[in-house]
């Protein structure tokens, strides 16, 4: 509901984004719950940066298919190339190594409710870095999905217990 609210500004006929912007949404919702999901058996054997790298040899050369890494503009400037590479490096290898190695201390479950923040955090960067006007739905929304990460990792039933007792 707080990622809806998010969307949709209140306006529930409509959605404040683009459509495209929906659909990369939630596909990138899919790729983060598998992300989580599909490793986690290999990992206690292959360890957090093996699985990592095969995985994003496979993702590389799946999407080389599509569009080929070596294809780029002629007149690209070379600290074009540079952020190209931090962002490489840094947004994606070792975010999603620090991720992998997070299953050693916590659930994959948990692991990808934490990442219920990414609309959130959307929102917060936007508003920062964009000047995207900031509204009562915002407000909600957000405050709705901080309510929906603290209640999902909460043992209620222990809470419950105690309270019965």
Same mark, same amino acid.
């Given at each position: 509901m707080g990622t809806f609210l998010l969307v949709t500004n209140g306006h529930f006929g409509a959605i404040a984004v683009s459509p495209l912007v929906l659909f990369w949404g939630l596909l990138s919702a899919v790729g983060a719950a598998t992300i989580a999901l599909i490793p986690r058996d290999i990992m206690p054997e292959f360890g957090p940066l093996n699985t990592t790298g095969? +995985?994003?040899?496979?993702?590389?050369?799946?999407?080389? #298919? =599509?569009?080929? %890494?070596?294809?780029?503009?002629?007149?690209?400037?070379?600290? %074009?190339?540079?952020?190209?590479?931090?962002?490489?490096?840094? +947004? #994606?290898?070792?975010?999603?190594?620090?991720?992998?190695?997070?299953?050693? =201390?916590?659930?994959?479950?948990?692991?990808?409710?934490?990442?219920?923040?990414?609309?959130?955090? %959307? #929102?917060?960067?936007?508003?920062?870095?964009?000047?995207?006007?900031? #509204?009562? =739905?915002?407000l909600f929304g957000g405050a709705l999905i901080i309510l929906a990460v603290a209640l999902l990792t909460v043992d209620v039933s222990h809470y419950l217990r105690r309270l019965w007792h």
């Open positions: 095969w +995985g994003l040899l496979v993702a590389g050369l799946a999407m080389n #298919t =599509y569009h080929s %890494a070596w294809l780029r503009p002629r007149h690209m400037p070379w600290q %074009a190339l540079l952020l190209i590479g931090a962002i490489i490096l840094v +947004g #994606t290898v070792f975010a999603l190594v620090l991720f992998n190695m997070s299953f050693q =201390y916590i659930k994959p479950t948990t692991a990808s409710l934490l990442d219920a923040f990414e609309p959130l955090s %959307a #929102t917060v960067f936007s508003i920062l870095l964009l000047r995207v006007p900031l #509204t009562r =739905y915002d």
